[in-house]
């Protein structure tokens, strides 16, 4: 593309974007917002709040709700410890996953429903 083509590209780009910029700040609900968060933000400062009090305040048990931020982090459920006892040679697998080598060249060997039927409870 010539630099005239990608100066006129640009050009028109910019035109667009201030007109969606014109068209938002004429917006009556952005102006309404824009209001909320100055007053709330006045309000903050005049109780030393942050933003984590007013949600806390406002949403004291977010699991519950299952509104669940960045301050409450996922936990996992750690995976089960799983035995296998091959009655052939007497060798015991443990593993917390399906991704074991031994256990693959058991299952392509014997099959998967033979190798599960020797998991030990």
Not at 54 to 71: E, H, R, T, W
Request: no cysteine; hydrophobic share 35%; glycine share 10%.
């Amino acid at each position: 593309m010539s630099r005239l083509a990608e100066f006129r590209a640009a050009e028109k780009a910019l035109q667009e974007q201030l007109k969606q910029l014109e068209t938002l700040k004429n917006d009556a609900g952005l102006k309404k917002e824009m209001e909320f968060e100055e007053k709330l933000q006045g309000l903050m400062k005049t109780y030393g709040k942050s933003l984590r009090d007013v949600i806390a305040i406002l949403d004291p048990n977010p699991a519950k709700s299952g509104l669940q931020g960045a301050s409450a982090p996922k936990t996992r459920r750690a995976r089960v410890l799983k035995v296998y006892h091959n009655p052939h040679t007497g060798e015991l697998i443990e593993t917390k996953g399906g991704n074991h080598r031994g256990l693959k060249s058991w299952k392509e060997q014997y099959g998967a429903s033979t190798v599960e039927s020797w998991l030990r409870g």
